[in-house]
């Protein structure tokens, strides 16, 4: 795509542009936004880069790629993050190349970034992090993160993480918003405590009908107590036993870009269910109505609609579970393959609320199909690992079409889906290109 923008270097990015480097690798904007540097989230970010605190900081000119930086390897990457694509820096948005999706849990290195506003500063103390939970419920509870990891069963489940607009380059005419390829998704290893367990104890009312995400990020505007995004679930939902409120991801603590000290993980649902840096949940007696739940923000036409059609919001209804979907890992596409050479085709599939029934994949257009492996979730959200071998009979340019089936037999579309002004919920096969020599 034209507009893609690859990862880069650290000496390339300020060779190119010093003052924007500055501002994509450690949030510092311009010479005028010292003073917020040098107390928040650039400066942290700087200190790890660099291994240690930064005395004359405060002295740094902008611009100016510190010297332990400048002389390590071209291969230093932002936000910790390793062969990632950037799609938008502000707020930052991070896609993951298929490729980079094989391994059943995805590593936090490879794992998409999708904010809505800008990246909080670094609590000094996590465990002190609060948590507050109102509105319809009986005893509003004010708790820290140090009061959920004690307090309520810790439990650790694998699920997936897809952004609503994955696949949203496929659209056409194209949407606004980020391009999305198909790497707006991830498998996470997360821990914490179910967030059915917290609002029992606060005890919901019979008049709870949805909850309201609130989040410490600070909207792009700069205006304080404006909120970036703030969405939320049907109570069902939030009573679900997988959906969970979340401090660690992969072993690790959860890490400030994916919403540390403490997140919402609403899996099958889009990412925007899964609030970052959670600071409140408003028990609601209708459905929410904050950023991000009106309007055409992350609302489908209530009716198929032709491309292009402008939709009256008010025949616009809110996104519910993501559809069932599968993505290639490998091969790369464009991979050179030998023909009359059996090898594997392998990749992931998952379906929203449901499990993965079926997998199968085609090497001539859909005319005929082969099935794959599929292997069971260790958990309900976990993706599915799927393989297949496939010999290809002659010389030539094939391409490989992927396509999973749900347990209610729900299949992916060739083509892409309905379209929507936003551009979300594209489950068209994926497909990738080889050479057979």
């Not at 300020?14 to 924007?20: A, G, I, K, L, T």
């Not at 890490?255 to 540390?260: S, V």
């Not at 990412?271 to 929410?288: F, P």
């Not at 929203?352 to 199909?369: C, I, K, L, N, R």
Request: charged share 20%; aromatic share 8%.
């Amino acid at each position: 795509m034209s507009d893609q923008k690859e990862e880069r270097g650290l000496r390339e990015l300020y060779d190119q542009d010093p003052e924007r480097a500055d501002y994509l690798a450690f949030g510092r904007k311009t010479e005028t936004d010292r003073r917020g540097f040098l107390k928040g989230a650039g400066l942290t970010a700087m200190m790890l880069a660099v291994g240690g605190a930064i005395p004359f900081a405060r002295n740094m000119p902008s611009g100016l790629i510190p010297s332990a930086l400048a002389d390590t390897p071209e291969d230093f990457t932002l936000f910790g993050k390793t062969g990632i694509i950037i799609r938008n820096d502000r707020p930052v948005n991070l896609e993951t190349p298929a490729p980079l999706l094989d391994p059943d849990v995805t590593p936090i290195e490879n794992f998409f970034v999708r904010n809505n506003g800008g990246v909080p500063e670094a609590t000094a103390d996590p465990e002190a992090w609060t948590l507050t939970i109102d509105g319809e419920v009986d005893n509003p509870l004010q708790l820290t993160l140090a009061q959920l990891q004690s307090d309520f069963e810790t439990v650790t489940l694998r699920m997936q993480l897809e952004c609503g607009g994955n696949g949203r380059a496929g659209f056409n005419p194209s949407p606004r918003g980020n391009q999305w390829a198909i790497g707006a998704v991830g498998n996470g290893e997360w821990t914490g405590c179910r967030l059915r367990d917290v609002l029992q104890q606060a005890g919901l009312k019979s008049s709870a009908v949805y909850t309201g995400h609130y989040g410490a990020d600070p909207h792009l505007s700069g205006e304080p107590g404006r909120p970036s995004i703030s969405r939320g679930v049907p109570i069902d939902k939030a009573l679900e036993p997988h959906t969970l409120l979340v401090w660690g991801m992969n072993g690790e603590p959860l890490p400030l870009i994916h919403g540390g000290p403490l997140r919402v993980v609403a899996a099958g649902w889009p990412g925007s269910c899964s609030q970052k840096w959670l600071t409140r949940i408003w028990v609601r007696d209708q459905e929410h109505d904050g950023p991000g739940m009106t309007g055409l923000s992350y609302r489908m036409p209530r009716n198929p609609v032709p491309p292009g059609a402008e939709v009256p919001h008010e025949d616009m209804v809110v996104m519910g579970p993501m559809p069932v979907k599968s993505v290639i890992t490998f091969p790369d596409t464009l991979t050179d393959v030998r023909a009359d050479e059996a090898f594997e085709v392998r990749g992931h599939a998952w379906a929203g609320e449901h499990e993965v029934q079926a997998m199968h994949v085609s090497y001539d257009f859909g005319a005929t199909w082969v099935e794959a492996e599929l292997e069971p979730p260790t958990n309900r959200y976990d993706w599915q690992r799927w393989r297949a071998r496939i010999t290809l009979p002659a010389a030539g340019y094939y391409e490989i079409w992927a396509r999973a089936t749900d347990d209610t037999g729900v299949m992916q579309p060739a083509v892409v889906p309905g379209w929507n002004p936003r551009g979300y919920g594209n489950n068209s096969q994926h497909r990738i290109a080889l050479n057979a020599a």
